[in-house]
């Protein structure tokens, strides 16, 4: 177990549909990855979160958004969904300060977009 | 920009076999690596990184500098050993972590 939680494990939700996928990272971790996987595409960056503020931005449609809330969980809401949404969807913490800190990750939200 | 590169989609060596998973990468700065594995579709691990210079389950890597690679080398690969592998950079600056596309290795009997 890596410490890191992910809500939902599963979601199946129709094409123009709206959801969220909630991350709780380790415990003392200031740092929040979200990270789309799909079949073919591999593991894509979307986002990273510091302390509450938008750290790092890759791949994200903006039809994405996020935020880390001052608990440090963070959220990843996906709006107007279509079929090509579909995709594993992982959250990742690392504690965001120096020194050789990895990221941990979790299990992941499977998103069926039907 | 940094960026993280894996040549190989996928690798496939008998059991026994030397396997060796490249990784090159993109970065000014001073980069730390990483090897992250994934077995069937499950969260990502740390397999290792090269500032500890381990090895973990007979898998070592080295960062070469010069040639800007870490790549990934076990001299006997085992059954078990099949999964995603993915080489990872992590930012000092940003605190961002980018991975590579991923290797899948299969390891046949």
């Known amino acids: 177990d890596s410490g890191v939680t992910q809500t939902p494990k599963h979601l199946i939700t129709a094409t123009g549909q709206r959801v969220t996928l909630r991350c709780s990272p380790r415990?003392?971790?200031?740092?929040v990855y979200w990270y789309q996987q799909s079949l073919d595409q591999g593991l894509q960056f979307l986002i990273q979160?510091?302390?509450?503020?938008?750290?790092a931005k890759g791949n994200i449609l903006e039809r994405f958004s996020a935020q880390q809330f001052p608990d440090l969980h963070s959220e990843l809401n996906l709006s107007s969904l279509e079929l090509g949404d579909s995709a594993l969807y992982f959250c990742?913490?690392?504690?965001?300060?120096?020194?050789?800190?990895?990221?941990?990750f979790g299990q992941g939200t499977r998103l069926t977009v039907v | 920009a940094q960026r993280v590169t894996q040549p190989e989609k996928l690798l496939s060596v008998f059991k026994g076999a030397p396997v060796e998973l490249k990784c090159n990468y993109s970065?000014?700065?001073?980069?730390?690596l990483f090897w992250y594995v994934q077995y069937s579709r499950q969260r990502l691990q740390l397999l290792l990184r090269?500032?500890s210079r381990e090895s973990i389950k007979g898998f070592t890597a080295d960062l070469n500098k010069g040639e800007t690679s870490f790549h990934l080398k076990k001299p006997f690969a085992q059954e078990e050993d099949s999964a995603m592998y993915y080489c990872?950079?992590?930012?000092?600056?940003?605190?961002?972590?980018?991975f590579g596309p991923g290797t899948r290795l299969s390891v046949l009997p």
């Open positions: 979160y510091y302390n509450g503020e938008e750290r």
């Open positions: 415990s003392g971790d200031l740092s």
């Open positions: 990742a913490s690392s504690p965001g300060v120096g020194g050789d800190t990895e990221a941990f």
């Open positions: 970065y000014s700065g001073s980069p730390e």
């Open positions: 990872a950079l992590r930012d000092n600056y940003g605190q961002n972590f980018v």
């Open positions: 090269h500032i």
